[in-house]
């Protein structure tokens, strides 16, 4: 299994964007072989910005396997449903000229929890919207993600459904969305730090599923909270789900990341890299 890092590690959206390109020369100088670039983090969507992106990791050796993008799919209106499609088509555009095989996809949540803050207090489990349920918000999810499948197909960019908090907090529900797209365009990404029960069982259920898995650590504490995750533990599971696909890592400690990013590093190809 090879081994990236998130830009997200060194930004938190707390503080200045991390420019990518400091994230690149930090990656190689580490040992890491790939990069996944945050879509948020980055400083434009211009052509030359891009290029010069694509062609600094070639200069330093390292792939970019994946690009995390935000949108959301839990909404009433076909209207807002239809904004986060054309977001998620450019985006899949964005990754195909960077050369990136993958994005990041959210199923999205109700938003009846304001604050991500809160949310993350309750794990990521927020009441529908009234008048709504879940089922609804399922139909939505599979509607909206089978309508980004052409593009991602032409595009060669597969769309990687994450655990990621909101209504994909419940693996079901999560399987349930990618079995009912029905599209080997769409596979999972398995985060192993957003499971709100046992991560070993979680990631179990989803490792036969998975193209790639983002690694959390926690150095410092934890942004949100934190979690002891035993590595070696994690690989052998993967391994005997037959995943052999990226392994990118996720700072989400406060410690500075120039620090913590190294350690991370070791654990991870302690673990994986054998």
Same mark, same amino acid.
């Given at each position: 299994? #090879?081994? *990236?890092?998130?830009?997200?590690?060194?930004?938190?959206?707390?503080?200045?964007?991390?420019?990518?390109? $400091?994230?690149?020369?930090?990656?190689?100088?580490?040992?890491?072989?790939?990069?996944?670039?945050?879509?948020?983090?980055?400083?434009?969507?211009?052509?030359?910005?891009?290029?010069?992106? %694509?062609?600094? =990791?070639?200069?330093?050796?390292?792939?970019?396997?994946?690009?995390?993008?935000?949108?959301?799919? @839990?909404? +009433?209106?076909?209207?807002?449903?239809?904004?986060?499609?054309?977001?998620?088509?450019?985006?899949?555009?964005?990754?195909?000229?960077?050369?990136?095989? *993958?994005?990041?996809?959210?199923?999205?949540?109700?938003?009846?929890?304001?604050?991500?803050?809160?949310?993350?207090?309750?794990?990521?489990?927020? +009441?529908?919207?009234?008048?709504?349920?879940?089922?609804? /918000?399922?139909?939505?999810?599979?509607?909206?993600?089978? %309508?980004?499948?052409? &593009? =991602?197909?032409?595009?060669?960019?597969?769309?990687?459904?994450?655990?990621?908090?909101?209504?994909?907090?419940?693996?079901?529900?999560?399987?349930?969305?990618?079995?009912?797209?029905?599209?080997?365009?769409?596979?999972?990404? *398995?985060?192993?730090?957003?499971?709100?029960?046992? +991560?070993?069982?979680?990631?179990?259920?989803?490792?036969?599923?998975? *193209?790639? @898995?983002? /690694?959390?650590?926690?150095?410092?504490?934890?942004?949100?909270?934190?979690?002891?995750?035993?590595?070696? #533990?994690?690989?052998?599971?993967?391994?005997? =789900?037959?995943?052999?696909?990226?392994?990118?890592?996720?700072?989400?400690? $406060?410690?500075?990341?120039?620090?913590?990013?190294?350690?991370?590093?070791?654990?991870? $190809?302690? &673990?994986?890299?054998?």
């Amino acid at each position: 299994m #090879r081994i *990236a890092v998130s830009t997200y590690s060194y930004w938190h959206f707390k503080t200045e964007k991390y420019p990518i390109e $400091k994230v690149i020369e930090n990656a190689a100088a580490i040992g890491f072989d790939g990069v996944e670039i945050l879509h948020r983090q980055m400083a434009e969507e211009g052509p030359a910005y891009l290029n010069n992106l %694509k062609q600094l =990791a070639f200069r330093h050796g390292l792939a970019l396997p994946m690009l995390s993008i935000h949108q959301d799919f @839990v909404a +009433p209106e076909k209207e807002e449903r239809q904004k986060n499609i054309a977001h998620t088509e450019r985006c899949i555009a964005i990754a195909s000229q960077l050369g990136i095989p *993958a994005i990041r996809l959210n199923s999205g949540r109700w938003k009846t929890i304001k604050s991500f803050d809160d949310l993350m207090k309750v794990k990521g489990n927020e +009441p529908p919207l009234s008048g709504y349920s879940g089922d609804d /918000a399922f139909a939505w999810c599979v509607e909206s993600i089978q %309508k980004c499948i052409p &593009a =991602a197909a032409a595009a060669g960019v597969t769309l990687c459904l994450e655990n990621h908090w909101g209504l994909t907090t419940s693996i079901d529900m999560l399987l349930r969305i990618w079995r009912a797209v029905d599209s080997p365009w769409l596979r999972i990404n *398995a985060d192993t730090g957003n499971f709100p029960g046992d +991560p070993y069982e979680g990631i179990s259920q989803l490792a036969p599923h998975a *193209a790639i @898995v983002q /690694a959390k650590t926690y150095y410092g504490g934890g942004e949100w909270y934190t979690l002891d995750l035993d590595y070696k #533990r994690i690989a052998g599971i993967l391994r005997n =789900a037959g995943f052999r696909g990226w392994v990118s890592l996720e700072m989400e400690g $406060k410690e500075n990341p120039e620090t913590a990013v190294p350690k991370s590093f070791d654990v991870l $190809k302690k &673990a994986f890299g054998a």
